[in-house]
Protein backbone atom coordinates (compact mmCIF):
# COMPACT_ATOMS: atom_id res chain seq x y z
CA UNK A 1 0.00 0.00 0.00
CA UNK A 2 1.12 3.28 -0.67
CA UNK A 3 1.95 6.17 1.87
CA UNK A 4 -0.56 8.61 0.01
CA UNK A 5 -3.14 5.71 0.30
CA UNK A 6 -2.86 5.45 4.56
CA UNK A 7 -2.63 9.83 4.27
CA UNK A 8 -6.10 9.89 2.13
CA UNK A 9 -7.12 7.16 4.74
CA UNK A 10 -6.41 9.86 6.91
CA UNK A 11 -8.33 12.61 5.10
CA UNK A 12 -11.33 10.08 5.31
CA UNK A 13 -11.13 9.15 8.52
CA UNK A 14 -14.07 11.16 10.23
CA UNK A 15 -16.78 8.66 8.09
CA UNK A 16 -18.08 11.96 6.22
CA UNK A 17 -18.06 13.05 2.66
CA UNK A 18 -15.12 14.84 1.02
CA UNK A 19 -14.83 15.73 -2.47
CA UNK A 20 -11.32 14.16 -4.65
CA UNK A 21 -10.71 17.19 -5.25
CA UNK A 22 -10.37 18.63 -1.82
CA UNK A 23 -8.58 15.65 -0.65
CA UNK A 24 -5.65 15.97 -3.73
CA UNK A 25 -5.06 19.30 -2.91
CA UNK A 26 -4.56 19.01 0.45
CA UNK A 27 -2.41 16.40 -0.10
CA UNK A 28 -0.65 18.28 -3.26
CA UNK A 29 -1.08 15.51 -5.45
CA UNK A 30 -3.86 15.32 -9.01
CA UNK A 31 -7.13 13.83 -8.43
CA UNK A 32 -6.26 10.58 -10.78
CA UNK A 33 -3.52 10.15 -8.95
CA UNK A 34 -5.39 10.07 -5.66
CA UNK A 35 -7.80 8.17 -7.50
CA UNK A 36 -5.36 4.90 -8.26
CA UNK A 37 -4.23 5.39 -4.51
CA UNK A 38 -7.60 4.54 -3.38
CA UNK A 39 -8.28 1.85 -5.64
CA UNK A 40 -6.37 -0.66 -3.18
CA UNK A 41 -8.41 0.11 -0.31
CA UNK A 42 -10.61 -2.61 -0.09
CA UNK A 43 -6.89 -5.46 0.08
CA UNK A 44 -7.36 -3.30 3.72
CA UNK A 45 -10.67 -5.44 4.92
CA UNK A 46 -12.95 -1.50 4.68
CA UNK A 47 -15.05 -0.18 2.33
CA UNK A 48 -15.01 3.17 0.67
CA UNK A 49 -18.22 4.61 -1.27
CA UNK A 50 -17.58 7.13 -4.59
CA UNK A 51 -20.70 8.80 -5.09
CA UNK A 52 -20.19 11.17 -8.51
CA UNK A 53 -20.86 14.57 -7.05
CA UNK A 54 -20.51 14.48 -3.63
CA UNK A 55 -16.74 12.82 -3.16
CA UNK A 56 -15.51 9.53 -1.38
CA UNK A 57 -16.59 8.33 2.32
CA UNK A 58 -15.55 4.81 4.59
CA UNK A 59 -18.40 3.15 5.53
CA UNK A 60 -17.06 3.37 9.14
CA UNK A 61 -15.01 6.08 10.32
CA UNK A 62 -11.80 5.04 11.41
CA UNK A 63 -9.78 5.82 14.47
CA UNK A 64 -6.21 5.94 13.94
CA UNK A 65 -3.92 5.59 16.39
CA UNK A 66 -2.88 8.55 18.39
CA UNK A 67 0.95 7.93 19.12
CA UNK A 68 1.37 11.42 20.75
CA UNK A 69 -1.27 10.34 23.47
CA UNK A 70 -0.51 6.35 24.02
CA UNK A 71 3.72 8.22 24.53
CA UNK A 72 2.55 10.58 27.19
CA UNK A 73 0.79 7.22 28.77
CA UNK A 74 3.90 5.31 28.81
CA UNK A 75 6.51 7.64 29.58
CA UNK A 76 4.69 7.61 33.16
CA UNK A 77 5.63 3.60 33.03
CA UNK A 78 7.97 1.54 34.51
CA UNK A 79 9.28 -1.04 33.19
CA UNK A 80 10.39 1.31 30.22
CA UNK A 81 8.64 0.69 26.71
CA UNK A 82 9.25 2.70 24.13
CA UNK A 83 6.70 2.40 20.95
CA UNK A 84 6.94 2.77 17.27
CA UNK A 85 3.71 3.08 15.52
CA UNK A 86 3.70 2.11 11.74
CA UNK A 87 0.78 2.53 8.89
CA UNK A 88 2.01 -0.95 7.08
CA UNK A 89 4.25 -3.97 7.94
CA UNK A 90 4.32 -7.55 7.15
CA UNK A 91 4.20 -8.50 10.96
CA UNK A 92 4.86 -6.73 13.86
CA UNK A 93 6.55 -9.69 15.62
CA UNK A 94 8.76 -10.49 12.67
CA UNK A 95 10.26 -7.40 12.56
CA UNK A 96 10.10 -7.38 16.29
CA UNK A 97 12.06 -10.92 15.91
CA UNK A 98 14.73 -9.37 13.24
CA UNK A 99 15.03 -6.08 15.78
CA UNK A 100 16.29 -8.50 18.37
CA UNK A 101 18.84 -10.00 16.60
CA UNK A 102 20.01 -6.92 16.41
CA UNK A 103 20.56 -6.02 19.62
CA UNK A 104 17.20 -4.34 20.42
CA UNK A 105 16.41 -3.34 24.08
CA UNK A 106 13.90 -5.08 26.42
CA UNK A 107 11.08 -2.65 25.74
CA UNK A 108 10.85 -2.00 22.21
CA UNK A 109 7.39 -2.52 20.97
CA UNK A 110 5.73 -2.20 17.55
CA UNK A 111 2.29 -1.42 16.83
CA UNK A 112 1.01 -1.33 12.80
CA UNK A 113 -2.06 0.06 11.86
CA UNK A 114 -2.15 -3.33 9.02
CA UNK A 115 -0.42 -5.73 8.58
CA UNK A 116 0.00 -7.26 5.36
CA UNK A 117 1.19 -10.78 6.79
CA UNK A 118 0.10 -11.54 9.96
CA UNK A 119 0.90 -14.75 11.57
CA UNK A 120 -1.18 -16.22 14.13
CA UNK A 121 0.01 -19.68 16.08
CA UNK A 122 0.50 -23.34 14.31
CA UNK A 123 1.37 -21.16 10.98
CA UNK A 124 -1.68 -19.83 10.54
CA UNK A 125 -2.68 -16.60 8.94
CA UNK A 126 -3.98 -13.99 11.43
CA UNK A 127 -6.57 -11.95 9.87
CA UNK A 128 -7.05 -8.27 10.99
CA UNK A 129 -8.18 -4.77 9.08
CA UNK A 130 -7.59 -1.19 8.94
CA UNK A 131 -8.64 0.52 12.06
CA UNK A 132 -10.71 -2.77 12.85
CA UNK A 133 -7.93 -4.07 15.34
CA UNK A 134 -4.91 -3.91 17.26
CA UNK A 135 -2.28 -5.46 16.22
CA UNK A 136 1.72 -5.15 18.40
CA UNK A 137 4.30 -7.11 19.57
CA UNK A 138 6.43 -6.17 22.40
CA UNK A 139 10.34 -7.41 22.89
CA UNK A 140 11.28 -8.40 26.73
CA UNK A 141 14.46 -9.84 27.63
CA UNK A 142 14.48 -12.06 30.90
CA UNK A 143 16.89 -13.13 33.04
CA UNK A 144 16.31 -16.59 33.34
CA UNK A 145 16.69 -19.33 30.82
CA UNK A 146 14.69 -20.01 27.78
CA UNK A 147 13.85 -23.65 29.30
CA UNK A 148 12.39 -21.06 32.12
CA UNK A 149 9.44 -19.41 29.94
CA UNK A 150 7.42 -22.18 30.39
CA UNK A 151 4.36 -20.91 31.67
CA UNK A 152 5.12 -16.98 29.88
CA UNK A 153 2.35 -17.37 27.10
CA UNK A 154 0.06 -18.04 29.97
CA UNK A 155 0.91 -15.10 32.08
CA UNK A 156 0.85 -12.46 28.73
CA UNK A 157 -2.95 -14.35 28.30
CA UNK A 158 -3.92 -13.26 31.51
CA UNK A 159 -2.15 -9.59 31.52
CA UNK A 160 -4.62 -9.00 28.36
CA UNK A 161 -7.29 -10.23 29.21
CA UNK A 162 -7.63 -8.16 32.90
CA UNK A 163 -6.53 -4.83 30.27
CA UNK A 164 -9.33 -5.66 28.09
CA UNK A 165 -11.73 -5.93 31.25
CA UNK A 166 -10.12 -2.72 32.73
CA UNK A 167 -10.69 -0.80 29.62
CA UNK A 168 -14.70 -1.97 30.05
CA UNK A 169 -14.82 -5.11 27.87
CA UNK A 170 -16.86 -7.62 29.68
CA UNK A 171 -17.02 -11.28 30.56
CA UNK A 172 -13.57 -11.79 30.14
CA UNK A 173 -11.87 -15.30 30.37
CA UNK A 174 -9.23 -17.05 28.68
CA UNK A 175 -8.71 -20.42 27.29
CA UNK A 176 -5.32 -22.45 27.75
CA UNK A 177 -3.29 -21.69 26.37
CA UNK A 178 -3.70 -17.91 25.52
CA UNK A 179 -6.15 -17.20 23.52
CA UNK A 180 -8.37 -14.14 25.24
CA UNK A 181 -12.51 -15.00 24.73
CA UNK A 182 -15.40 -14.31 25.62
CA UNK A 183 -19.17 -16.18 25.81
CA UNK A 184 -16.26 -19.09 24.30
CA UNK A 185 -15.66 -16.92 21.16
CA UNK A 186 -12.17 -15.54 20.54
CA UNK A 187 -11.38 -11.88 21.80
CA UNK A 188 -7.67 -11.22 21.19
CA UNK A 189 -4.35 -14.04 19.84
CA UNK A 190 -1.23 -13.93 21.24
CA UNK A 191 2.05 -15.15 19.57
CA UNK A 192 4.65 -15.93 22.06
CA UNK A 193 8.27 -16.29 20.36
CA UNK A 194 11.45 -16.84 22.75
CA UNK A 195 14.91 -18.13 21.84
CA UNK A 196 18.18 -17.48 24.36
CA UNK A 197 20.52 -19.83 26.45
CA UNK A 198 19.25 -22.56 28.35
CA UNK A 199 20.19 -20.47 31.62
CA UNK A 200 19.61 -17.30 30.52
CA UNK A 201 19.55 -14.77 29.50
CA UNK A 202 16.63 -15.06 26.95
CA UNK A 203 14.45 -13.12 24.80
CA UNK A 204 10.61 -13.10 24.34
CA UNK A 205 8.64 -11.60 20.90
CA UNK A 206 5.01 -10.90 22.75
CA UNK A 207 2.50 -10.52 19.53
CA UNK A 208 -0.94 -9.98 20.35
CA UNK A 209 -4.03 -9.40 17.70
CA UNK A 210 -7.44 -7.77 19.45
CA UNK A 211 -10.45 -8.02 17.29
CA UNK A 212 -11.95 -4.25 17.75
CA UNK A 213 -14.71 -3.96 15.23
CA UNK A 214 -14.56 -6.83 12.41
CA UNK A 215 -16.67 -6.15 9.64
CA UNK A 216 -18.19 -8.09 7.37
CA UNK A 217 -15.27 -8.41 5.42
CA UNK A 218 -13.06 -9.86 8.19
CA UNK A 219 -15.91 -12.17 9.16
CA UNK A 220 -15.80 -14.00 5.94
CA UNK A 221 -12.04 -14.67 6.39
CA UNK A 222 -12.30 -16.02 10.18
CA UNK A 223 -13.02 -19.58 10.30
CA UNK A 224 -13.34 -19.99 14.25
CA UNK A 225 -16.01 -18.94 16.26
CA UNK A 226 -14.77 -14.94 17.26
CA UNK A 227 -16.40 -11.53 19.43
CA UNK A 228 -14.56 -8.12 19.01
CA UNK A 229 -14.84 -5.03 21.75
CA UNK A 230 -17.78 -3.58 19.85
CA UNK A 231 -19.40 -6.49 20.68
CA UNK A 232 -18.83 -7.31 24.48
CA UNK A 233 -17.83 -3.24 25.51
CA UNK A 234 -20.92 -1.38 27.04
CA UNK A 235 -19.25 1.92 26.20
CA UNK A 236 -15.82 1.57 23.53
CA UNK A 237 -12.63 1.89 24.51
CA UNK A 238 -10.42 4.21 21.68
CA UNK A 239 -8.25 2.03 20.19
CA UNK A 240 -5.45 4.36 21.65
CA UNK A 241 -6.48 3.76 25.28
CA UNK A 242 -6.62 0.10 24.60
CA UNK A 243 -3.29 -0.28 23.42
CA UNK A 244 -1.76 2.11 26.22
CA UNK A 245 -3.42 0.22 28.78
CA UNK A 246 -2.59 -3.66 27.41
CA UNK A 247 1.45 -2.54 26.69
CA UNK A 248 1.60 -1.25 30.49
CA UNK A 249 -0.47 -3.86 31.65
CA UNK A 250 2.04 -6.46 29.69
CA UNK A 251 5.31 -4.59 30.91
CA UNK A 252 4.49 -4.87 34.65
CA UNK A 253 3.21 -8.86 33.77
CA UNK A 254 6.51 -9.53 32.05
CA UNK A 255 8.63 -8.02 34.54
CA UNK A 256 6.86 -9.72 37.28
CA UNK A 257 7.30 -13.17 35.35
CA UNK A 258 11.25 -12.29 35.25
CA UNK A 259 11.53 -12.39 38.95
CA UNK A 260 8.94 -15.39 39.73
CA UNK A 261 7.39 -17.01 36.71
CA UNK A 262 3.90 -18.13 36.27
CA UNK A 263 3.42 -18.51 39.95
CA UNK A 264 2.43 -15.02 40.74
CA UNK A 265 -0.43 -15.34 37.70
CA UNK A 266 -1.36 -18.89 38.37
CA UNK A 267 -4.46 -17.95 41.00
CA UNK A 268 -5.93 -15.12 38.55
CA UNK A 269 -5.07 -17.14 35.65
CA UNK A 270 -7.04 -20.04 37.03
CA UNK A 271 -9.93 -17.97 38.16
CA UNK A 272 -10.63 -16.48 34.60
CA UNK A 273 -10.41 -19.74 32.30
CA UNK A 274 -13.29 -20.45 30.82
CA UNK A 275 -12.27 -24.26 30.75
CA UNK A 276 -12.19 -24.93 34.30
CA UNK A 277 -14.33 -27.96 35.49
CA UNK A 278 -15.37 -28.48 32.22
CA UNK A 279 -15.63 -31.50 29.79
CA UNK A 280 -13.27 -30.99 26.11
CA UNK A 281 -12.30 -32.97 23.27
CA UNK A 282 -8.45 -32.32 23.46
CA UNK A 283 -6.96 -32.55 19.68
CA UNK A 284 -2.81 -33.06 19.86
CA UNK A 285 -1.37 -32.42 16.69
CA UNK A 286 -0.43 -35.90 15.47
CA UNK A 287 -2.72 -37.90 17.73
CA UNK A 288 -6.23 -39.47 17.77
CA UNK A 289 -8.29 -36.53 19.79
CA UNK A 290 -9.84 -37.52 23.34
CA UNK A 291 -12.23 -36.21 25.59
CA UNK A 292 -10.97 -35.59 29.47
CA UNK A 293 -12.37 -33.03 32.02
CA UNK A 294 -10.34 -29.69 32.85
CA UNK A 295 -8.79 -29.77 36.41
CA UNK A 296 -6.07 -27.17 36.91
CA UNK A 297 -3.54 -25.54 35.86
CA UNK A 298 -0.05 -26.94 36.63
CA UNK A 299 2.58 -24.70 38.15
CA UNK A 300 4.73 -24.80 35.10
CA UNK A 301 1.63 -23.42 32.88
CA UNK A 302 0.28 -27.34 31.64
CA UNK A 303 -3.06 -28.27 31.88
CA UNK A 304 -3.91 -30.99 34.21
CA UNK A 305 -6.84 -32.86 32.50
CA UNK A 306 -8.41 -36.13 33.47
CA UNK A 307 -9.36 -38.97 31.18
CA UNK A 308 -12.77 -40.99 31.15
CA UNK A 309 -10.44 -44.10 32.15
CA UNK A 310 -9.10 -41.86 35.31
CA UNK A 311 -5.55 -40.82 34.47
CA UNK A 312 -4.33 -37.43 34.65
CA UNK A 313 -2.51 -35.55 32.27
CA UNK A 314 -0.53 -32.30 32.32
CA UNK A 315 -0.82 -30.95 28.22
CA UNK A 316 2.09 -29.10 28.05
CA UNK A 317 2.33 -28.31 24.25
CA UNK A 318 1.06 -25.28 22.70
CA UNK A 319 0.17 -27.17 19.63
CA UNK A 320 -2.63 -28.89 21.32
CA UNK A 321 -6.36 -27.62 20.55
CA UNK A 322 -9.39 -28.34 23.53
CA UNK A 323 -12.90 -27.53 22.39
CA UNK A 324 -15.58 -27.53 24.62
CA UNK A 325 -17.85 -30.35 24.62
C1 LIG B 1 -3.19 -16.72 17.45
O1 LIG B 1 -3.12 -17.50 16.48
O2 LIG B 1 -4.13 -16.78 18.23
C2 LIG B 1 -2.11 -15.70 17.65
C3 LIG B 1 -2.36 -14.44 16.88
C4 LIG B 1 -1.32 -13.38 17.10
C5 LIG B 1 -1.50 -12.20 16.18
C6 LIG B 1 -0.57 -11.07 16.52
S1 LIG B 1 -1.00 -9.59 15.66
C7 LIG B 1 0.49 -8.84 16.15
C8 LIG B 1 1.56 -9.89 16.05
N1 LIG B 1 2.09 -9.95 14.70
C9 LIG B 1 1.80 -11.08 14.07
O3 LIG B 1 2.12 -11.36 12.91
N2 LIG B 1 1.11 -11.89 14.90
C10 LIG B 1 0.90 -11.28 16.19
Known amino acids: MSALTFQALRSLADGRFHSGEDIARSLNRSRATLSEALKRVPDLGIELFSVPGKGYRLAQPIEF ?51 NSGRGRRG ?115 RSDLLAELLVTLSNALAQFDRSGFAAARDSWRSLHAYQGRRVRVFPAHEAAYDAEVVDVAPDGALVVSTADGRALNLASADITLRAR
Open 124 to 238: RAWVSSLGGSLTFSLLWRFERGAGHLAGLSLAVGEAVARALARCGVERVQVKWPNDVVVDFRKLAGILVETSGESQGPSVAIVGVGVNYRLGEKSLDLIDQAVIDVAGCAQEMPS
Open 65 to 115: LDAKAIGKRLATVQPRVSLEIVDEIDSTSTRLLALAAEGAPSGTALAAEWQ
